[in-house]
């Protein structure tokens, strides 16, 4: 009987053993075969956000950095002959992959380049205080020969108040030059400061935007629109609010772009934004 015991006794601790055996194995084979995969999941999601994977990189960079001081500082024993070649392939495909990475700043970088060139702005309109046509047409070409030098794109946009002549006949003319003007101002003061606002006709008034994508372009552009959309406009006399939207044509401009093919671009945009209502935005 107590033979009997003994050996269900040594059973059970087998048993328990070989169980707790299997599963430490079966723990470390999973550990070296899903940590690689899981960091590698980690890092496919993280590039989905550019500043996550950038931080998750730095990150991983300065710990292979602190480890490598601290096996410096806790072992003097040579590698061996074997992993010395692999120590030396891994130091020459590190140092090729971090100078790539140092110089993404300079092949795609999608910052604009600094506006290296002063507006010509000696010629005004009398009637709006901006630069006159002229002045526009000097300064349109000028930005384009710089980004034909410094291979970058611009673009001209232009605006346009909605209804301007259902304004004049039920505002006159006095009213609805003081609305034009408070847009001009709301216009100016969306633009950025490398931004050139122009009197482009009449009725319709230029920004050009230099050094910008036609991503950018468009969310500045959006950006204008937007803050006449939301303004509240009062006539001189302060008591009555009167809405004021406007239409707008873009056109971007690539190198070599010639400065009239860019103006009836923008102005087929311009047209196409008015014959869709009010308050649109077109880019050609």
Known sequence: MESHEQFTLWLALSTGGLALLVAAATGFICGIWLGPWWQRRQFSRALKDAALWQNRLLTELEQVEKNCTFALSESQKPFPPDRQNRLEKVQSRLIESLQRLANLRGSHNSSPAVFQFEWMTDAHSASSGLPDRTTFDLNLKHMLDYGTA?????????????RHDSALRRYGPSETSQLLQKMIALVIR????????????????????????????????EM??????????????????????ASSGLSCSQPESNPEELIQS????LAKAE???RNRLIAE
């Open 275 to 277: 014959s869709l209502g």
């Open 266 to 269: 923008a102005r087929r945009a």
């Open 150 to 162: 410094c291979h970058t794109t611009s673009a001209l946009l232009l605006v346009r108040m909605d």
């Open 190 to 221: 969306s633009a950025r400061d490398t931004d050139l606002i122009c009197q482009f006709d009449e009725q319709t008034i230029s920004v050009l935007l230099p050094n910008l994508t036609p991503a950018q372009a468009w969310r500045q552009a």
């Open 224 to 245: 204008i629109r937007d803050s006449i959309r939301t303004h509240h406009f009062l006539l001189e006399n302060g008591q009555q609010e009167v809405i004021v939207t």
